[in-house]
Structure formats: structure tokens, C-alpha cells
């Protein structure tokens, strides 16, 4: 796959394409339906299937106090986009100049001229250009005077409500990261560098990795079950602690995480943490024997829920993830 960092960084006559537009932050179960039906859209015309994303996320420029945290890294979702079957991206970077860039120049210069578009897809919400004056009825208008056939994807919804990143982000906010699972279509990930820790969960028998997370999102505060990977190791289950650690009078949030059935050295290396379900709030504990037995049980759950997951079983709705 090719990854075109702005516009400007086309070749001539990259075209022609069927082109999707988007943000895509999470490459959820809602993006894949609009990317996927972009490839197979492309490959029957025989023509370039291309992604236009954004980086940053324009909020960040137009309201920094109001910009969400990403659901992913943009490596993260170019590899996504890339496992779909994409072929080209365009990352835009999303500043002030582009920002006032208005949804006709918008269409005309870069979407149809330099990447030559037969066709675009875009989600039920779309609206792009200055002011986000873009929108549906705009793109149906070009589509109307044979500029483009547009495709507006289906919604795709889980438990009654519509994916969406920003409902994404809400549920692993509040720990929900099972319905956060079902509507990304796998777990949601933290990664990260491991960092040296005061090796208290080893005296208790139960050590821990702690976590710095490359992004500012995490779960809300509890206890999960979860699979991690460490880089030159095999995924395991993983009982992670998000938040402080009241027992020890531990304020600032962190996120620990217990790898099953490991006790090696881990500092400097490179982790990433799929959260499978939540298993319990924080608790505060009086007795060290008491938070031993907790951790001990949680440690049995997390087994038994990675169980589930690597036999399919995770789902208890019976919901496809």
C-alpha cells in the first residue's frame, strides 16, 4: 500500500479511483463496511481504491479543548486500512490552510482532478470542507451533474445504536471494553513501553508490567481481563490494573499488568494490551492477605475469559465481533 503524505505528494495521473473520505480513527466495524465495499467497488471497474484520511484529528486544530483522544495511532490504522485491501492513502495534514479550504474547491481539485475519482464513499454523517459546509446533499448534487456515483455506506450498529469513534471512545472511557470490542471488531488495544515499577506486586507473587501508553486513551478505572503481548513473546492472558492503587496510597493512575504464567524482565521493551472485559472496580484493601486472595481470583477470571476468547466464545450475546 502507498502512503501519500497530502495531496501534493501524488504523482500525475494516480487516477483512476474509487475514493473513500474520512477520518477512520479506529477502523471500526462502520469504517471497514464503507473500506471494504470501496475494494471490491474498485476492483470490478478496475480502478485504484484510495482512503483520504486526516491527521491530525481536525479538532485538535479547530478546537483543541474539545479534540478527542484517538482510539489508535495513524501507523496503526494505515496497517488496518492496508489488511482491508486499500491500495493508496492520501494523509492530509490537517492545519489552518487546509481547514479553509471550502467542500467545492475541495472536490474539484483534489478529489475528482488529482486523484481522478469515478467514485465516492463516504459514511451517513460526511461533511468535509471549510466550516464543514460538505455534506450528503452536496455530494449527490456532483453525483447528479456525472461528476462521480456516490456511494453512501449502510450504519452498522451494536446493541441498537450506531458505531461510531466517538461512541467508541465514550464506552472504554467508562470501562465498557467489551462493547468496546464488539464494535471495533477485536479489542481494544494500549501500547506502549514498559517501565521499571516498585515491585510491589512481585513481593505479593503476582509481578507486574507497568505500562506507558503511547496514547493519552485507556479504560476508566477497574480491573481487567486481558491478552498481552510483548515483543519477542507469544500473547498470553493478562490481568491489568487501571488507575490508583489505594492500598498504597497511590494517587496517580497507572496501568499494571500481571502476564499469566511469566516472570522475566521487562523494562525498555515494547507491550500492547487487548482488553477483553472488566472484571471489578478498584478496591482498598486493609490486609495485604486480603488483596493477595482478590488478585489471586482475579488472576483465575482473567484465565478464564482469555479461554473464552481464543475459542470464540467471548460473546455471550451471540453477537459476530
Same mark, same amino acid.
Request: hydrophobic fraction near 45%.
Given at each position: 500500500?502507498?502512503?501519500?503524505?497530502?495531496?501534493?505528494?501524488?504523482?500525475?495521473?494516480?487516477?483512476?479511483?474509487?475514493?473513500?473520505?474520512?477520518?477512520?480513527?479506529?477502523?471500526?466495524?462502520?469504517?471497514?463496511?464503507?473500506?471494504?465495499?470501496?475494494?471490491?467497488?474498485?476492483?470490478?471497474?478496475?480502478?485504484?481504491?484510495?482512503?483520504?484520511?486526516?491527521?491530525?484529528?481536525?479538532?485538535?486544530?479547530?478546537?483543541?479543548?474539545?479534540?478527542?483522544?484517538?482510539?489508535?495511532?495513524?501507523?496503526?490504522?494505515?496497517?488496518?486500512?492496508?489488511?482491508?485491501?486499500?491500495?493508496?492513502?492520501?494523509?492530509?495534514?490537517?492545519?489552518?490552510?487546509?481547514?479553509?479550504?471550502?467542500?467545492?474547491?475541495? !472536490?474539484?481539485?483534489?478529489?475528482?482532478?488529482?486523484?481522478?475519482?469515478?467514485?465516492?464513499?463516504?459514511?451517513?454523517?460526511?461533511?468535509?470542507?471549510?466550516?464543514?459546509?460538505?455534506?450528503?446533499?452536496?455530494?449527490?448534487?456532483?453525483?447528479?451533474?456525472?461528476?462521480?456515483?456516490?456511494?453512501?455506506?449502510?450504519?452498522?450498529?451494536?446493541?441498537?445504536?450506531?458505531?461510531?469513534?466517538?461512541?467508541?471512545?465514550?464506552?472504554?472511557?467508562?470501562?465498557?471494553?467489551?462493547?468496546?470490542?464488539?464494535?471495533?471488531?477485536?479489542?481494544?488495544?494500549?501500547?506502549?513501553?514498559?517501565?521499571?515499577?516498585?515491585?510491589?506486586?512481585?513481593?505479593?507473587?503476582?509481578?507486574?508490567?507497568?505500562?506507558?501508553?503511547? !496514547?493519552?486513551?485507556?479504560?476508566?478505572?477497574?480491573?481487567?481481563?486481558?491478552?498481552?503481548?510483548?515483543?519477542?513473546?507469544?500473547?498470553?492472558?493478562?490481568?491489568?490494573?487501571?488507575?490508583?492503587?489505594?492500598?498504597?496510597?497511590?494517587?496517580?493512575?497507572?496501568?499494571?499488568?500481571?502476564?499469566?504464567?511469566?516472570?522475566?524482565?521487562?523494562?525498555?521493551?515494547?507491550?500492547?494490551?487487548?482488553?477483553?472485559?472488566?472484571?471489578?472496580?478498584?478496591?482498598?484493601?486493609?490486609?495485604?492477605?486480603?488483596?493477595?486472595?482478590?488478585?489471586?481470583?482475579?488472576?483465575?477470571?482473567?484465565?478464564?475469559?482469555?479461554?473464552?476468547?481464543?475459542?470464540?466464545? !467471548?460473546?455471550?450475546?451471540?453477537?459476530?465481533?
Amino acid at each position: 500500500m502507498r502512503v501519500f503524505r497530502g495531496f501534493g505528494a501524488l504523482p500525475q495521473g494516480v487516477g483512476p479511483s474509487a475514493v473513500a473520505i474520512g477520518n477512520f480513527d479506529g477502523v471500526h466495524r462502520g469504517h471497514r463496511a464503507v473500506l471494504s465495499g470501496l475494494v471490491r467497488s474498485a476492483s470490478v471497474q478496475g480502478v485504484l481504491p484510495v482512503a483520504v484520511t486526516f491527521h491530525p484529528h481536525p479538532l485538535r486544530i479547530l478546537a483543541p479543548e474539545r479534540a478527542p483522544p484517538l482510539i489508535q495511532a495513524l501507523e496503526d490504522r494505515l496497517e488496518a486500512m492496508e489488511r482491508i485491501g486499500v491500495r493508496a492513502v492520501v494523509v492530509v495534514p490537517f492545519n489552518r490552510v487546509f481547514a479553509a479550504l471550502g467542500a467545492a474547491e475541495f !472536490l474539484e481539485e483534489m478529489v475528482c482532478g488529482r486523484l481522478g475519482a469515478r467514485e465516492v464513499w463516504v459514511g451517513s454523517d460526511a461533511r468535509f470542507g471549510r466550516g464543514r459546509e460538505g455534506d450528503l446533499s452536496m455530494l449527490r448534487r456532483w453525483e447528479e451533474e456525472g461528476r462521480f456515483r456516490l456511494v453512501v455506506a449502510n450504519d452498522v450498529a451494536s446493541g441498537g445504536h450506531r458505531i461510531a469513534s466517538s461512541g467508541i471512545r465514550r464506552l472504554v472511557l467508562q470501562g465498557q471494553v467489551m462493547e468496546a470490542l464488539r464494535c471495533l471488531g477485536r479489542p481494544f488495544e494500549v501500547r506502549g513501553e514498559v517501565v521499571r515499577g516498585a515491585s510491589r506486586g512481585r513481593r505479593m507473587g503476582f509481578p507486574t508490567a507497568n505500562l506507558l501508553p503511547d !496514547l493519552s486513551l485507556v479504560p476508566g478505572e477497574g480491573i481487567y481481563a486481558a491478552e498481552g503481548e510483548v515483543e519477542g513473546l507469544d500473547s498470553r492472558p493478562a490481568a491489568v490494573h487501571v488507575g490508583p492503587v489505594p492500598t498504597f496510597g497511590i494517587r496517580e493512575p497507572v496501568v499494571e499488568a500481571h502476564l499469566l504464567d511469566f516472570d522475566g524482565d521487562l523494562p525498555g521493551r515494547r507491550m500492547r494490551l487487548r482488553f477483553l472485559d472488566r472484571i471489578r472496580p478498584i478496591e482498598r484493601f486493609d490486609r495485604i492477605e486480603a488483596l493477595r486472595d482478590r488478585i489471586a481470583e482475579d488472576v483465575r477470571i482473567t484465565r478464564e475469559v482469555h479461554r473464552r476468547w481464543v475459542a470464540g466464545l !467471548l460473546d455471550s450475546n451471540g453477537e459476530t465481533v
